[in-house]
């Protein structure tokens, strides 16, 4: 009995330190946790970018596909959805604690936060905030995440707070593996990104 405590006690140790940056982060799969991490701390430098390419999304009250826009400044966005989403073309812009969301033919809503206000007006529930990292193949910090490596060390899915992201594949730019293709399964909402263009940029603190 003594054995079986210290080889459990062992093995739990043994995936701690795997888990990388700090116990929140649950590590399994095929790749290299050291690689991983190296994969990670180049990725948490990027700041800024801009992305072109198409969204699916399926809800209870909409559901169709569209084109996307993104420009990410630190902490100031400009995402635009346009296409046939079922309620028009849509702009949100903000940074933490203001946010503005613009739909066509319906007007101009501003809340503290972007979930508040795509909840409401449009009856999304998406983790607008945690996608700030998680387009870029990171789990969002501040909360816990179970993530599971592919052979390439990237990940290949990440589970946080009620959601299921697969990264379906990647693209090199700018010297970064970037997410190319990726779909996010949530409880009322389904949505898939394809990235036609990224342009990934280090705009510095």
């Known amino acids: 009995m003594f054995l079986r405590h210290c080889i459990t006690f062992s093995l739990i140790a043994l995936l701690a330190g795997c ?27 990027l700041d800024g970018w801009q992305i072109n390419g198409k969204v699916g999304i399926r809800a209870p009250k909409d ?9 990410q400044r630190q902490d100031y966005y400009d995402i635009r959805l346009s296409g046939p989403l079922g309620r028009g073309a849509a702009r949100l812009t903000g940074h933490p604690g203001q946010v503005v969301l613009e739909v066509a033919n319906q007007g101009r809503f501003e809340a503290q936060s972007p979930e508040t206000l795509l909840e409401e007006q449009l009856g999304w529930q998406l983790p607008v905030s945690h996608l700030v990292w998680w387009v870029r193949g990171l789990p969002a910090p501040g909360s816990k995440s179970r993530l599971t490596l592919g052979g390439d060390s990237r990940l290949a899915s990440l589970d946080q707070d009620g959601w299921n992201v697969e990264y379906l594949s990647y693209i090199q730019q700018n010297g970064y593996w970037l997410p190319e293709r990726l779909k996010l399964h949530g409880q ?10 990224w342009q990934p940029r280090q705009l510095g603190h």
């Open 63 to 71: 559901s169709g596909s569209g084109t996307l826009f993104w420009l």
């Open 19 to 45: 888990a990388g940056f700090g116990s929140r982060e649950a590590l399994q799969g095929q790749g290299s946790p050291q690689l991983w991490r190296e994969h990670k701390q180049q990725l948490s430098t």
């Open 188 to 197: 009322n909402l389904d949505v898939t990104l394809v990235v036609k263009d």
